[in-house]
């Protein structure tokens, strides 16, 4: 999937646990894990929100578009 | 007034199939060790041939004048059992055949309840959506395609016994009357395979509903 989900490299700049940001998204760590290994295939608005107000960033921190290579050259 | 919804539970559902399965699986064994004259007084066989109909009409004119009715008549089914009075005589490649597939038509009801069951004890755990189910549901599907399939070859092999008895009276048909049903199991079998389909979809659905933050 070319969206890439740079959760960690933002956990890390703020030096915030997965444990923490679970708490404090309000979401459990089951699903911040699938977030974060990139198996997620959607992401609600509300959880965006509150990842972004979490790690104090805007959406494009944590999302990323990386182009497949070979597709559209 | 809302008049009362009569729910019948998953678990209900689930171990009544457990049941037919249990009870379809001793039916099996007791029939197979009856044939074998296990537990009869010696091996035999049995099954339906379709005798021949004279396909003419006969024209029956109504008791008040206004008209007839016509009756065809197209053959019947009857039960034929044959009693060997040996084990070697029994034991042939044909009369082999034919229980492999008389039997086989009892091993798929098996695998259908079988299948119902486990679809039934997912449905009990709340595992709804999941490939699983998509392929015990696609299993029965061609369960129900084979179950009229075999049941055509079974007849079509106990004609064949039966046309080799020496001094038989029997006027077989050539073609046994099933062919309807096989048309009715494969309609069927179609119909649980869009079901199925329908069941792959929501898998997809499920799936992605999961996966979603």
Known sequence: MPIIVNVDVMMAKRKMSLTELASKVDITLA???ILKTGKAKAIRFGTL???????????GDVLEYVAEKGVGE | MKAKEIIVSPKV??????????????????????YFGITSDG??????VSTQGDYGPT????????????????????????DFSNLPSFMQFRHMFY????????????????????????????VMFRD???????????????????GFLAEVQFKAIVSQLPGHTLQLSSIPILDQEIVYGAILSLVIFALADVFRSGTQLQQEQDLTI
């Open chain 2, 43 to 48: 091996p035999f066989i049995r099954g339906y």
């Open chain 2, 132 to 150: 699983e189910n998509t392929r015990r549901i696609r299993l029965i599907a061609l369960a129900v395609l084979l179950y009229p399939i075999m």
């Open chain 1, 49 to 59: 929100e509150a990842i972004c107000k979490a790690l104090d960033c805007q959406p």
């Open chain 2, 59 to 82: 024209v029956q004119p109504l008791s008040d004048g206004n008209g007839s009715y016509k009756i065809f008549n197209f053959g019947e089914r009857k039960l034929v059992l044959l």
């Open chain 2, 13 to 34: 559902l689930r171990y009544t199939f457990l049941a037919l399965t249990a009870g379809g699986c001793l039916m099996l064994f007791l029939n197979l060790s009856s």
């Open chain 2, 99 to 126: 229980i492999l597939c008389q039997k086989m038509v009892w091993f798929l009801a098996i695998i259908v309840m079988y299948q119902m069951y486990r679809i039934f004890r997912n449905l009990d755990r709340k």
């Open chain 1, 31 to 33: 699903n911040l894990s």
